[in-house]
């Protein structure tokens, strides 16, 4: 039983020398400047769309695992909901999104900071089936707010439609 329990220990510490990077510490592992550049995100939020006032829906961003990844969680009135992992790569020196939903969307997302404002995009298909190229803009605002804008191109980026323009508030702060 001894014998057991020590091969387990080896097994898990050859496992984890491999998948864990020497360098990271469970303390302080992700608080270099760049990866803290989608922090304005963080907080409960009530989302509408820009020029109307609409709800749009509710949305929670949450920094986890010790600071390294950003869990969105989004929900509409009607039922409509997706959660995203936001998460800097410090190999590509890039941001990344994966976005899943109950409609079975599945966008996957890079890029960082351009002018303040954070900037992902990647290639996507359209209802039709054809390629598509989504980019999202996250706006951080003075008065605390953000603004997210989902442009779409059907024609690699040389003109955009956008798809949808949110304005995030605090959740409960006055509008």
Not at 21 to 49: H, L, M, N, Y
Not at 63 to 78: A, K, W
Not at 91 to 102: E, K
Request: some cysteine; aromatic content about 8%.
């Amino acid at each position: 039983m001894r014998l057991i329990h020590m091969t387990r220990s080896i097994v898990t510490s050859a496992i984890l020398s491999v998948v864990a990077p020497a360098t990271v510490s469970a303390q302080g592992a992700c608080t270099a400047d760049e990866k803290r550049q989608f922090d304005f995100w963080i907080g409960d939020w009530d989302v509408t769309v820009v020029g109307t006032g609409q709800v749009a829906g509710t949305n929670r961003i949450e920094s986890i695992l010790g600071g390294c990844v950003l869990l969105e969680s989004y929900e509409t009135p009607s039922g409509y909901a997706g959660n995203s992992y936001n998460v800097y790569d410090g190999q590509t020196g890039r941001w990344h999104q994966t976005w899943v939903d109950n409609a079975g969307l599945v966008l996957k997302l890079d890029g960082g900071i351009v002018d303040g404002k954070m900037v992902l995009s990647g290639p996507g298909i359209d209802q039709q089936g054809n390629p598509i190229v989504n980019r999202i803009t996250w706006t951080p605002h003075e008065d605390g707010s953000v603004q997210q804008t989902w442009d779409v191109s059907d024609d690699d980026g040389r003109t955009w439609t956008t798809a949808f323009d949110g304005l995030y508030r605090r959740a409960g702060s006055s509008r």
